[in-house]
């Protein structure tokens, strides 16, 4: 079965940083495409950056290089760090993968950037 449990969510200022995490199990990350999404209140969920199997990452336009994604190996986790947070950047952040048995989402991670 497969489980993805994200962590790391919070409340920062603007122009703050946090980290993501999204641990899986059932899957090995090295083999399987992974991707960040988010949903703001009252919108459609976004994707926010993706990390193929093989291939380079895709970032949404808002990300304007402030965010990285990475896979750590070791523990079967993807990070997805965001530094210059802005107040738009509120929302729930879901971690995705698409696998050969089909799409599986994380519970989601509560990001807030206020003053």
């Known amino acids: 079965q497969v489980r993805l449990v994200e962590s790391g969510g919070g409340s920062v200022q603007p122009g703050g940083s946090l980290r993501l995490s999204c641990a899986a199990s059932?899957?090995?990350?090295?083999?399987?495409?992974m991707a960040w999404y988010r949903q703001a209140p009252g919108k459609e969920r976004e994707l926010v950056v993706s990390?193929?199997?093989?291939?380079?990452?895709k970032h949404a336009d808002f990300v304007e290089g402030r965010f990285t994604i990475s896979r750590v190996v070791a523990r079967n986790t993807i990070l997805l760090q965001m530094n210059s947070l802005k107040p738009e950047d509120t929302a729930i952040y879901y971690c995705?993968?698409?696998?050969?048995?089909?799409?599986?989402w994380g519970q989601g991670t509560q990001v807030t950037v206020s003053s």
């Open positions: 995705h993968t698409n696998t050969k048995w089909g799409d599986f």
């Open positions: 059932g899957i090995d990350f090295r083999f399987n495409s």
């Open positions: 990390l193929p199997r093989d291939g380079a990452t």
